[in-house]
């Protein structure tokens, strides 16, 4: 790996500011849920946030992103408004889609947020097309699908990567592996010692990453989403990290190994961040205050703007089912 | 293949009488001429793996390059992420699933996504793709290579179904279908790749959701499509020498099916019957069936018939096969005893 890939400063301080946002986010969202104030079916990605904070450093506007019902922090990282993204968790006319996709279906073609998908798997073969339809206009924009470790056990994911790798289309594969399947436990239900040896079967580069490691995390982003920009094809990577909740918000997770939870609770990879840019430099603790003050204030302003929003009027119900034909 | 799959010709030319194959190949063939947005993949698509099994998209590969009629691997769900993915920005793809019963691999895809995503993002995104895909009885292909499942299709909110029974609207349905913003699912049927037909206008548009009178008549009205309709046309006979005069109403796009034309036609003759080549229970048969039956209530003067195939698997040992799909005699018996 080239040294000179970074991250530098100013670039360790962006995936900051978009771990702290994903983080309070989903503190937020666990509020609003336990207070009653939002009914939703809400997936925490609590514990992942330097995932995607990482990866988004060196993607643009232009990217595109097909993510999966766990993926608020991915989209939040590529730049999903927070007002949007609050009316739509609400079911308000001024959400992204109206109110009518909710947290599992949120899309934001503007930000390259182009799918969100509740099905396992299932964000492989459309992030293809993506890349494909880069591949066709020459646009040199990137396609990411990101998925969990249990996708990487479903047929899609196969059928994907092959396909990808023959079309050499300039893809990521992100496997978020935080571990469990929904409630099972990884070496239960995958035989491969590492997901990211899977590549070797589609003569892909497949690489095994810290994904609670910024700097980890931000080179291997990088190197994949430059090979996908340079016409090298796609690559698979397996982020390792770990879901700090139960598969949806409200189950007990009785069935996650406690010490192991605690130990990586403990090892939350955002204070860590946090701690580090104080420790080189690159940021006192009064501005990281100022960023994290910042984020509280416009969620703020983002749940009460979603709760003032309209309810959609039951027109919608079947508006949007078709277009108007040409 | 004919000539004119591959000469240029002027745009109101009329198409000489060509096969079905030949007005699909054709229709795509202008649409990518028309566009370059519109792309092609399936598997064996392009010429060197012959232009599909059948040869439809034989030609086009030599035409426009294998960048737009791109061969697959023997993936469905893959075909049809890749076709979703592309038309959310901008590009047109006709995507062949080979046989209808390989659809079943790409419901996740054609279901929970295809159809779904312009409604579930609120209309910021929509997806105009083409599923082509044959099916059909009558070349002894068993329980897994010929089944008619449009109904799933047409229950689920976001696709259109359409079906052709002959060249002139096989050319003009693909034409509509791929002018048009949501997915579509064209159903092509394998034996009747190669009946030929009238002949037609070059660039000819057959809008989806309408209907067409295949016949006029005043006793009972026969609501098909695929190839069963030409089973209807082929019952006429002996429907009139039996003193029946039927007409016959091909629906063409089976979602949004055409109630204005189907009504109005029953309406007159007092009498419906709708014939497919799908199992007949839970059939399109029986949607067609409820709405007339409220709509008209008190205005027909007999029940409602469906006549569809029996509620099994399609047989391979062929007296069992012939047996299985409503043909030219089933239907004009049904329609003689309906006019008793």
Same mark, same amino acid.
């Given at each position: 790996?080239?040294?000179?890939?970074?991250?530098?400063?100013?670039?360790?301080?962006?995936?900051?500011?978009?771990?702290?946002?994903?983080?309070?986010?989903?503190?937020?969202?666990?509020?609003?849920?336990?207070?009653?104030?939002?009914?939703?079916p809400?997936?925490?990605?609590?514990?992942?946030?330097?995932?995607?904070?990482?990866l988004?450093?060196?993607?643009?506007?232009?990217?595109?992103?097909?993510?999966?019902?766990?993926?608020?922090?991915?989209?939040?990282a590529?730049?999903?408004?927070?007002?949007?993204?609050?009316?739509?968790?609400?079911?308000?006319?001024?959400?992204?889609?109206?109110?009518?996709?909710?947290?599992?279906?949120?899309?934001?073609?503007?930000?390259?947020?182009?799918?969100?998908?509740?099905?396992?798997g299932?964000?492989?073969?459309?992030?293809?097309?993506?890349?494909?339809?880069?591949?066709?206009?020459?646009?040199?924009r990137?396609?990411?699908?990101?998925?969990?470790d249990?996708?990487?056990?479903?047929?899609?994911?196969?059928?994907?990567?092959?396909?990808?790798?023959?079309?050499?289309?300039?893809?990521?594969?992100?496997?978020?592996?935080?571990?469990?399947?929904?409630?099972?436990?990884?070496?239960?239900?995958?035989?491969?010692?590492?997901?990211?040896?899977?590549?070797?079967?589609?003569?892909?580069?497949?690489?095994?990453?810290?994904?609670?490691?910024?700097?980890?995390?931000?080179?291997?982003?990088?190197?994949?989403i430059?090979?996908?920009?340079?016409?090298?094809?796609?690559?698979?990577?397996?982020?390792?990290?770990?879901?700090f909740?139960?598969?949806?918000?409200?189950?007990?997770d009785?069935?996650?190994?406690?010490?192991?939870?605690?130990?990586?609770?403990?090892?939350?990879?955002?204070?860590?961040?946090?701690?580090?840019?104080?420790?080189?430099?690159?940021?006192?603790?009064e501005?990281?205050?100022?960023?994290e003050?910042?984020?509280?204030?416009?969620?703020?302003?983002a749940?009460?703007?979603?709760?003032?929003?309209?309810?959609?009027?039951?027109?919608?119900?079947?508006?949007?089912?078709?277009?108007?034909?040409? | 293949?004919?000539?004119?799959?591959?000469?240029?010709?002027?745009?109101?030319?009329?198409?000489?009488?060509?096969?079905?194959?030949?007005?699909?190949?054709?229709?795509?063939?202008?649409?990518?001429?028309?566009?370059?947005?519109?792309?092609?993949?399936?598997?064996?698509?392009?010429?060197?793996?012959?232009?599909?099994?059948?040869?439809?998209?034989?030609?086009?590969?030599?035409?426009?390059?294998?960048?737009?009629?791109?061969?697959?691997?023997?993936?469905?769900?893959?075909?049809?992420?890749?076709?979703?993915?592309?038309?959310?920005?901008?590009?047109?793809?006709?995507?062949?699933?080979?046989?209808?019963?390989?659809?079943?691999v790409?419901?996740?895809?054609?279901?929970?996504?295809?159809a779904?995503?312009?409604?579930?993002?609120?209309?910021?995104?929509?997806?105009p793709?083409?599923?082509?895909?044959?099916?059909?009885?009558?070349?002894?292909?068993?329980?897994?290579?010929?089944?008619?499942?449009?109904?799933?299709?047409?229950?689920?909110?976001?696709?259109?179904?359409?079906?052709?029974?002959?060249?002139?609207?096989?050319?003009?349905?693909?034409r509509?279908?791929?002018?048009?913003?949501?997915?579509?699912?064209?159903?092509?049927?394998?034996?009747?790749?190669?009946?030929?037909?009238?002949?037609?206008?070059?660039?000819?548009?057959?809008?989806?959701?309408?209907?067409?009178?295949?016949?006029?008549?005043?006793?009972v009205?026969?609501?098909?499509y695929?190839?069963?309709?030409?089973?209807?046309?082929?019952?006429?006979?002996?429907?009139?020498?039996?003193?029946?005069?039927?007409?016959?109403?091909?629906?063409?796009?089976?979602?949004?099916?055409?109630?204005?034309?189907?009504?109005?036609?029953a309406?007159?003759?007092?009498?419906?019957?709708?014939?497919?080549?799908?199992?007949?229970?839970?059939?399109?048969? %029986?949607?067609? =069936?409820? /709405?007339?039956s409220t +709509?008209?209530?008190?205005?027909?003067? #007999? *029940?409602? !018939?469906?006549?569809g %195939?029996?509620? =099994?698997? /399609?047989?391979?040992? +062929?007296?069992?096969?012939d047996?299985? #799909? *409503?043909? !030219?005699?089933?239907? %004009?018996?049904? =329609?003689?005893?309906?006019?008793k």
């Amino acid at each position: 790996m080239a040294d000179n890939i970074g991250p530098d400063g100013e670039t360790l301080l962006g995936i900051y500011r978009r771990a702290a946002l994903l983080k309070a986010n989903d503190e937020r969202s666990r509020k609003v849920i336990t207070t009653g104030r939002l009914v939703m079916p809400y997936y925490s990605y609590r514990g992942q946030e330097i995932i995607p904070s990482a990866l988004c450093a060196s993607l643009t506007d232009d990217d595109y992103l097909v993510t999966i019902y766990r993926g608020i922090h991915d989209m939040l990282a590529k730049g999903m408004p927070l007002n949007d993204l609050w009316a739509e968790i609400a079911g308000r006319v001024d959400g992204t889609c109206k109110g009518k996709g909710g947290p599992m279906h949120l899309t934001y073609p503007k930000k390259g947020i182009m799918v969100t998908t509740g099905i396992v798997g299932s964000s492989m073969p459309i992030a293809n097309g993506l890349a494909w339809g880069s591949q066709l206009s020459g646009n040199n924009r990137v396609a990411v699908a990101t998925f969990g470790d249990g996708a990487s056990n479903i047929g899609a994911f196969h059928e994907s990567l092959n396909m990808a790798a023959v079309w050499k289309l300039p893809v990521i594969f992100l496997c978020q592996n935080n571990l469990y399947g929904e409630h099972t436990a990884y070496e239960k239900a995958t035989s491969a010692k590492q997901i990211a040896d899977r590549a070797a079967g589609y003569s892909i580069p497949g690489v095994r990453v810290d994904g609670n490691d910024p700097v980890e995390m931000y080179r291997m982003a990088r190197e994949a989403i430059d090979r996908a920009r340079a016409g090298e094809g796609p690559t698979l990577i397996e982020a390792m990290t770990f879901r700090f909740h139960g598969h949806v918000f409200g189950d007990a997770d009785g069935y996650m190994d406690k010490a192991q939870k605690a130990a990586a609770m403990e090892a939350d990879p955002v204070p860590r961040l946090r701690r580090k840019l104080i420790d080189e430099g690159i940021a006192t603790e009064e501005q990281l205050a100022q960023i994290e003050a910042d984020i509280e204030e416009s969620i703020d302003a983002a749940v009460e703007f979603a709760l003032a929003s309209p309810l959609p009027e039951l027109s919608e119900l079947t508006t949007d089912v078709y277009g108007e034909a040409a | 293949m004919s000539d004119t799959l591959t000469s240029e010709k002027p745009a109101a030319a009329k198409v000489a009488q060509v096969t079905m194959l030949q007005a699909i190949n054709q229709a795509i063939a202008d649409a990518m001429e028309a566009d370059e947005h519109v792309v092609v993949l399936g598997e064996d698509v392009a010429d060197p793996e012959e232009g599909g099994v059948v040869g439809v998209t034989k030609g086009l590969s030599g035409r426009f390059g294998e960048k737009r009629v791109r061969s697959t691997p023997i993936a469905e769900q893959a075909i049809i992420g890749a076709a979703i993915g592309a038309s959310l920005v901008g590009y047109k793809p006709v995507a062949e699933i080979m046989l209808m019963n390989f659809t079943t691999v790409a419901m996740d895809m054609i279901v929970n996504h295809a159809a779904k995503l312009r409604f579930m993002s609120g209309g910021q995104t929509h997806v105009p793709i083409v599923i082509r895909t044959m099916t059909g009885t009558g070349f002894s292909s068993g329980g897994q290579h010929c089944d008619y499942l449009e109904a799933w299709f047409a229950h689920t909110a976001g696709m259109k179904v359409v079906a052709p029974s002959n060249p002139a609207d096989a050319y003009g349905l693909m034409r509509a279908a791929i002018n048009d913003p949501d997915p579509v699912l064209y159903i092509e049927n394998m034996p009747s790749y190669w009946m030929k037909g009238d002949s037609f206008d070059a660039d000819h548009i057959v809008p989806l959701g309408k209907a067409a009178v295949a016949k006029e008549g005043g006793d009972v009205t026969i609501v098909s499509y695929s190839r069963t309709l030409n089973e209807a046309l082929g019952a006429v006979k002996a429907m009139e020498a039996a003193g029946v005069s039927a007409e016959i109403i091909d629906l063409r796009t089976i979602s949004p099916w055409d109630e204005d034309t189907v009504l109005a036609s029953a309406a007159k003759t007092g009498r419906l019957l709708i014939a497919h080549e799908a199992v007949e229970k839970h059939g399109m048969g %029986a949607e067609i =069936a409820a /709405v007339a039956s409220t +709509k008209l209530f008190g205005k027909l003067k #007999a *029940p409602v !018939a469906r006549l569809g %195939a029996p509620y =099994a698997p /399609v047989p391979f040992s +062929k007296p069992l096969e012939d047996a299985f #799909a *409503p043909n !030219a005699k089933r239907i %004009a018996e049904a =329609a003689i005893s309906l006019c008793k």
